[in-house]
């Protein structure tokens, strides 16, 4: 499967306590997004990287969240201090062109 | 920022029947126009997309137009099947993030 994956596909926390998600996207992509989608929405766009370099931020994306893609490669993308708000599936999507976005399954968050 | 709106947010059809979904969007800029099928627990699957100098195309069973003078864009889907049913969201973009409609809904019955 040359798909782009996420891991882990669901996470259980507790308030408080800080999650990490993992994207892996399709190989030769340079660009990678990280979107959030809750209940009954659309995803929402959080940020994106060319290569290594973070190029945007949502506004969504509080302090509290942080977005890293080392070496261009994989992203990961750390909440700390998880509140209830925090809820939702959290989607990783890749891109050769730019216009053409390709996403994973998602990790769905549920903080209790 | 975009904003996209997507109608309506239910639908269902009838096996065989067509389904229209139509968007439209505010920002005269946005120059890419992608259809996504999003089914239970998985991330959407992009079907077919369109861009501003294009102002229809099609492949196979489904087509998108777009009037970037009215600045709205349908998704049309002829020859419905039970395969069919899930959410569909139209997006938009004129750099490198795609901004949503809220999803529609799509049940086809058999």
């Known amino acids: 499967d040359t798909g782009v994956s996420q891991d882990p596909r669901h996470k259980i926390t507790k308030r408080g306590q800080n999650v990490t998600f993992r994207c892996d996207p399709i190989?030769?992509?340079?660009?990678l997004y990280w979107y959030r989608q809750t209940l009954g929405q659309g995803p929402e766009f959080l940020t994106y990287?060319?290569?290594?370099?973070?190029?945007?931020k949502s506004r969504l994306l509080s302090d509290r969240f942080s977005a890293e893609r080392p070496k261009g490669s994989f992203s990961t993308l750390e909440i700390q201090r998880t509140e209830q708000g925090d809820s939702a599936m959290y989607l990783c999507?890749?891109?050769?062109?730019?216009?053409?976005?390709?996403f994973g399954p998602g990790t769905r968050l549920t903080v209790t | 920022g975009e904003n996209v709106e997507q109608h309506p947010s239910t639908l269902s059809v009838q096996e065989g029947d067509s389904a229209v979904i139509k968007c439209t969007y505010s920002?005269?800029?946005?120059?890419?126009f992608p259809w996504y099928k999003q089914e239970l627990g998985k991330g959407p699957q992009l079907i077919i997309d369109?861009?501003?100098?294009?102002g229809e195309k099609k492949d196979q069973r489904i087509a998108v137009t777009l009037n970037k003078t009215a600045k709205h864009f349908s998704l049309h889907i002829t020859e419905t099947q039970p395969e069919d049913s899930a959410v569909y969201f139209c997006?938009?973009?004129?750099?490198?993030?795609?901004?949503f409609g809220a999803g529609t809904t799509v049940t086809v019955r058999a």
């Open positions: 990287f060319q290569n290594e370099a973070q190029l945007e």
């Open positions: 190989s030769e992509h340079n660009r």
């Open positions: 369109i861009r501003s100098n294009v």
């Open positions: 997006a938009a973009s004129y750099d490198y993030k795609l901004s």
């Open positions: 999507a890749s891109s050769l062109s730019g216009f053409e976005q390709y």
């Open positions: 920002d005269s800029a946005s120059n890419y």
